[in-house]
């Protein structure tokens, strides 16, 4: 008999997204519904732990993990010609590890494709329809990878991003608490106009971040102001560099003594940017990355930043799959994980 959430709910007495934070293991929910809301998952079968599924059973399952086969490689302004310094997101192969982990522990075998996600031929999308399982590890994806896997009933979990109203298996970062607690740490000292260079405007985590950056200001009692916002038209040291230029250039009608990033690659660039006008961070002004990459910490000065742990991600994503594929649960879960802040020497007070 098929496993339904709703039934669970029903029985435990509380709502749908209540019962998945507890099968996630979100640290939102009180311990007393907890305990309720297990007992009621065990009382139904449902497999509480999923990273053990397939270690005891007689058929190993087969997944295909979906990256993007295409790297815009785009020289930042300081390194022009030398490809060994180019600079890449570390979030596909940490994740990519995590669902590793998982394999490994369940006896599942994993592949890699890697296709054009924004922009997929109809060989990938054919590959697709073919695949056991599906998870795909990006945040630009094209809706034709969607409709491909659900008109072919192929199970799928995306990592890095959400659909909006459109309701599927994903596992996103919790952006706005942790864009809110980045405008708070910055308000606290003192900084009261702060600028945001966001990511593509067209992907739902530069959505999110958004509203947390939005939500910061109106908690703080702060104004909302069009001119300290830039979009990005990636989230390259190469676009941070450009997008910090425009932003000082409109300092003289908009000034600001903050600048908050989508992503730490834009934050390099802006460093640079920085750098090159004469700024000085943090003395003359304070920034903030995203995401914790591993070169963070090794900026000058070292970068304040927004942790988000990709592996823990990489590790739910094929947990959900794994249980995706034994249960064929009938509603998406959308897995919000926690992020936090790290401090380091690229924000201070701000100057008098």
């Given amino acids: 008999m098929r496993i339904k959430l709703r039934d669970i709910a029903e029985r435990a007495h509380v709502s749908l997204s ?3 934070r507890v099968i996630n293991n979100h640290p939102t929910v009180d311990a007393k519904t907890r305990e309720e809301v297990m007992a009621v998952l065990k009382e139904f079968g449902y497999p509480l732990n999923f ?9 190993n399952h087969a ?24 600079q890449f997101s570390s979030f596909g192969p940490v994740v990519c590890n ?5 394999c490994q522990r369940s006896n599942t075998l994993m592949t890699i494709q890697r296709i054009r996600l924004e922009a997929p031929t109809p060989e990938d999308l054919a590959l697709l329809a073919q695949a056991k399982g599906v998870i795909i590890v990006g945040g630009m994806v094209a809706a034709s990878v969607i409709d491909t896997l659900e008109e072919a009933n192929v199970p799928f979990v995306l990592v890095g991003a959400h659909l909006g109203i459109r309701m599927v298996n994903c596992v996103q970062g919790d952006y706005l608490s942790g864009f809110v607690e980045a405008m708070k740490v910055l308000v ?32 703080s009692g702060d104004c909302y102001h069009e001119q300290l916002v830039i ?23 908009a000034d600001f003594s903050a600048i908050i990033y989508a992503s730490d690659l834009l934050a390099l660039g802006g460093l640079y940017a920085l750098q090159e006008a004469g700024i000085a961070v943090p003395e003359q002004l304070s920034i903030m990355g995203c ?19 990709w592996q823990r991600m990489g590790e739910i994503a094929a947990q959900r799959l794994l249980a995706l594929l034994t249960h064929q649960n009938e509603y998406a879960l959308r897995i919000v994980v926690p992020m936090r802040l790290i401090m380091r020497a690229s924000h201070a007070r701000k100057a008098i």
């Fill in 18 to 20: 209540t019962v998945s």
């Fill in 51 to 59: 990273a053990s599924l397939g270690q005891n059973s007689a058929t």
């Fill in 63 to 86: 997944i295909t993990v979906a990256v993007s086969g295409v790297q815009i490689l785009q020289d930042t302004p300081y390194r022009q010609g030398n490809e060994d310094n180019r």
């Fill in 98 to 102: 995590g669902i590793e982990l998982v």
């Fill in 188 to 219: 606290q000292n003192d900084h009261h106009q702060i600028a945001f260079v966001n990511g593509p405007v067209t992907t739902t985590t530069s959505q999110d971040k958004l509203s947390g950056y939005q939500l910061g200001l109106c908690q």
């Fill in 231 to 253: 979009s990005a038209e990636d989230f390259t040291p190469h676009d941070g560099y450009q997008a910090t230029q425009k932003l000082l250039a409109r300092k003289a009608e």
């Fill in 291 to 309: 995401y914790d990459e591993p070169i963070a910490q090794f900026t000058t000065p070292p970068l304040s930043t927004i942790h988000l742990d």
